[in-house]
């Protein structure tokens, strides 16, 4: 169709997109002036051809060894000098680590790099790259060849030189990137061989149709004798709490990963209890709903479709993928809690009591319960005593490790430790008491936000019927509970407020005078109430 078809400036982006994710293979033709032609034929302004003129390729791309050692170099355009691997051994080799940075500027040349095992990967720019768009292409390089040579180390690379050097040919063209689906390069790419077979000659080469379609991440003719989708909710909970129950930090990370096993070229729509779609519809539920944040959608998934209403519509890719990501940033009640007590602290012992409490429902189910306590660098001599499960010492990690298979919903359960310590006493023995107790789990047919797939409907034009099926997980992320509290708290827990004077001076170092009298009785609640007002 004529390019003066397109009216808009968001169609005239997305037409020069969709032309550069199309090209046939062994067609190669010049972007910059492609997109300079759609300029002068659709009409955008110059501000948007500076754009497309700063957003430079990629010049060349490197695998270097641990000691900077040249394995394999794809140059794409023939502009930078011979001598780039020597400013990135400066740059990067030879500094700290902590002063490294992943994209840096040198001479005129960009780079952009990634480590992965024992080997780095470089990409050169001359002028001002797509830096995102870069770090994402190396991102998923290093996955293709990890799938291709069943792992990613400088030996697998000099081993499969030939098919790294098609890899990097077929993945990008002139600097910019193309085919990343491994599934799709695999079709005329083999490993067996380390090259193409007789019947792919150049000659005689069919292009897969996924190259050259719309849809680059699903080929077409896939078939199946049974019609089947998996789809799995998985969840992660990131909590930090107080000894004395108080939540201090909350985060739930999300991800939605599918395993598609149907024929064709289907069309998938996804619906869950998100609470702005409701909003958006004017609907009401009597269920929960649930607002998620930050959601990254794999490139499958209709962006423009899910911003107008909402709706996650997708062709998936063939396989497992995953389909999307969130977090929500929101309160919940701990799924388990952990209380631990010193029945006894003195320089040659120290005894503990550890009580473990499941807060979830009756009728779930956690397995594989892992309960870190933190110890005395210098303990030994391990007793422990439990009604469930398995406890063990692991010096290596400065604490031992309650092990309980399966742990039912709304049940407690009690475990005793003893140590002993040797004559000369650690200068660091009582640095364990700063370290939060951690907690692993994983817990099916769950999922602590209280999201849920309304329906997956699958429309495909030959009418086969599928079989969905979804799974809930929910799994600890970084799941901490503080042992004790600090020597300032407990104070306040032991002792009462009288008066406090004014400030000495209205400036940036003050002084006051806090004037305290022993409690009787203590309770928890007047502690929380004085720890908001001073703001501890």
Not at 86 to 109: I, N, S
Request: aromatic letters at 12%; proline letters at 4%.
């Amino acid at each position: 169709s004529s390019l003066s078809s397109i009216s808009s400036i968001e169609s005239d982006c997305c037409y020069i997109f969709f032309f550069f994710s199309s090209r046939r293979r062994h067609t190669r033709c010049r972007e910059v002036s492609w997109a300079r032609r759609c300029v002068q034929e659709t009409g955008i302004n110059a501000e948007y051809m500076g754009l497309i003129q700063m957003a430079t390729g990629t010049s060349a791309i490197i695998f270097l060894d641990h000691k900077g050692k040249v394995i394999i170099k794809r140059d794409y355009r023939g502009d930078v000098s011979q001598n780039i691997t020597e400013r990135f051994q400066k740059k990067v080799l030879e500094v700290e680590e902590q002063f490294l940075t992943p994209v840096f500027t040198d001479a005129g040349l960009s780079y952009v790099w990634v480590k992965h095992n024992n080997i780095y990967i470089v990409a050169v720019s001359k002028g001002n790259p797509n830096v995102l768009m870069v770090l994402y292409f190396l991102q998923k390089l290093v996955e293709v060849l990890a799938d291709y040579f069943g792992g990613l180390e400088d030996e697998s690379i000099r081993d499969n030189f030939v098919v790294t050097y098609e890899l990097l040919d077929e993945m990008m063209d002139n600097g910019y990137p193309q085919i990343t689906e491994h599934k799709v390069l695999q079709e005329y790419i083999k490993t067996e061989s380390h090259k193409l077979s007789k019947s792919d000659k150049v000659s005689d080469a069919q292009v897969p149709i996924a190259a050259s379609n719309a849809v680059g991440w699903r080929p077409e003719g896939i078939k199946y004798g049974k019609n089947e989708i998996f789809l799995d909710v998985i969840e992660k909970l990131n909590l930090l709490a107080s000894s004395n129950g108080t939540v201090l930090s909350c985060e739930i990370l999300g991800t939605v990963k599918m395993n598609s096993l149907l024929s064709g070229m289907p069309e998938l729509k996804l619906g869950l209890n998100d609470k702005n779609l409701f909003e958006l519809t004017g609907r009401t539920s009597k269920g929960k709903l649930v607002e998620m944040e930050d959601i990254k959608f794999h490139q499958c998934v209709r962006l423009a479709k899910f911003e107008q209403d909402r709706t996650i519509s997708f062709i998936p890719p063939d396989g497992k993928f995953e389909l999307m990501s969130y977090r929500l940033n929101t309160v919940v009640k701990p799924l388990f809690w952990v209380e631990c007590t010193l029945d006894s602290y003195t320089h040659s012992k120290i005894e503990y009591t550890v009580r473990a409490k499941s807060q979830y429902k009756a009728r779930s189910y956690a397995n594989n319960v892992d309960i870190v306590i933190p110890v005395a660098p210098d303990a030994n001599s391990p007793y422990f005593k439990t009604n469930i499960g398995t406890v063990k010492y692991t010096p290596d990690q400065e604490a031992m490790v309650w092990s309980i298979k399966s742990f039912a919903g709304q049940k407690e359960y009690t475990m005793k430790a003893k140590f002993g310590f040797p004559s000369v006493a650690d200068e660091k023995r009582d640095k364990f008491k700063k370290v939060p107790i951690q907690i692993k789990f994983e817990i099916p047919y769950f999922t602590v936000s209280g999201i849920q797939v309304r329906y997956l409907k699958i429309v495909e034009k030959s009418g086969y019927h599928a079989l969905p099926w979804v799974r809930y997980i929910t799994q600890n992320g970084l799941y901490q509970i503080r042992m004790f509290q600090s020597s300032l708290i407990i104070a306040f827990l032991t002792l009462s407020l009288i008066h406090i004077s004014e400030p000495t001076r209205p400036l940036y170092i003050s002084y006051a005078v806090f004037c305290l009298k022993k409690k009787k009785k203590c309770n928890n609640n007047h502690f929380l109430c004085w720890k908001q007002k001073i703001n501890l």
